[in-house]
């Protein structure tokens, strides 16, 4: 009878990868597989340092699980506690209005992510005590406080999230450590992070350096 089963299981497989799409493989990640493999090698650089990453705009948790997993399978556990910050409901309203009023953007183009749920979200996580999301608007974290910061990977799209952040992480960074930013690229809806960055970059005086086709590194000499 098992084996009837398992014949059943396979021939029922076999009609679904030939006959439909639904079988089809598909990329999962909003960010490119060469800013996957940058935030690996970053954490990998600072994994007997004992201190924090954060990833800043989770979203659903896509990126989380792919960072939580690499840590739980390395067994970094013991160094190193991933802080997802996010305010779990969406663009603020300041940050949007700054972007129509100021940006000439349409709000209608910007508008996502309300679908998030902060307990849902922690819910889903509940298996990696390492993992701690943080309900806030990014700008008004106090990231000294959450221990030496090896890595941060920020990812809030707009203008003044990304702006207010990138110094306070600056300064909140371990020497060698890194941030990465995503939407580093120029006359799209979401190219507010891509002023901030390059604005930094002037006022700090450091060489912007892109990878892949819209992601931007900022070190800590
Ligand atoms: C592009 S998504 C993040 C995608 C995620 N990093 C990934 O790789 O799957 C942007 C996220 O930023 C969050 N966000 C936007 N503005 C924010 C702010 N001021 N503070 C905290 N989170 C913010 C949104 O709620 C949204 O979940």
Redesign the pocket.
């Known amino acids: 009878m098992p084996n009837l089963v398992k014949a059943i299981k396979e021939a029922a497989k076999s009609f679904v990868f030939k006959y439909t799409t639904l079988a089809a493989p598909s990329y999962r990640?909003?960010?490119e597989p060469i800013q996957l493999t940058c935030l690996i090698n970053e954490i990998e650089k600072f994994k007997t340092v004992k201190g924090c990453i954060v990833?800043?705009?989770?979203?659903?948790?896509?990126?989380t699980l792919f960072l939580a997993e690499h840590i739980k399978r390395q067994s970094l556990q013991n160094t190193t506690t991933l802080y997802a910050?996010?305010?779990?409901?969406?663009?603020?309203k300041a940050?949007l209005d700054y972007e129509v009023r100021d940006r000439g953007k349409s709000l209608t183009e910007l508008e996502a992510?309300g679908y998030?749920d902060y307990d849902v979200w922690a819910k889903n996580f509940a298996n990696f005590s390492f993992v701690k999301p943080l309900k806030?608007?990014?700008?008004t974290v106090d990231y000294q406080a959450l221990g030496p910061l090896k890595l941060a990977?920020l990812?809030?799209?707009?203008y003044l999230?990304t702006k207010n952040t990138l110094p306070k992480l600056f300064d909140a960074l371990i020497t060698g450590g890194a941030i990465v930013c995503?939407d580093v690229l120029n006359n799209n809806v979401y190219d507010g992070a891509f002023q901030a960055y390059t604005e930094f970059c002037r006022e700090y005086s450091l060489t912007p350096e892109i990878i892949g086709n819209k992601c931007g590194i900022i070190r800590k000499p």
């Open positions: 990640y909003n960010i990833e800043i705009g989770v979203a659903r948790g896509l990126t910050i996010d305010t779990f409901d969406s663009f603020t940050d992510f998030n806030a608007d990014c700008a990977f990812d809030v799209d707009l999230p995503d």
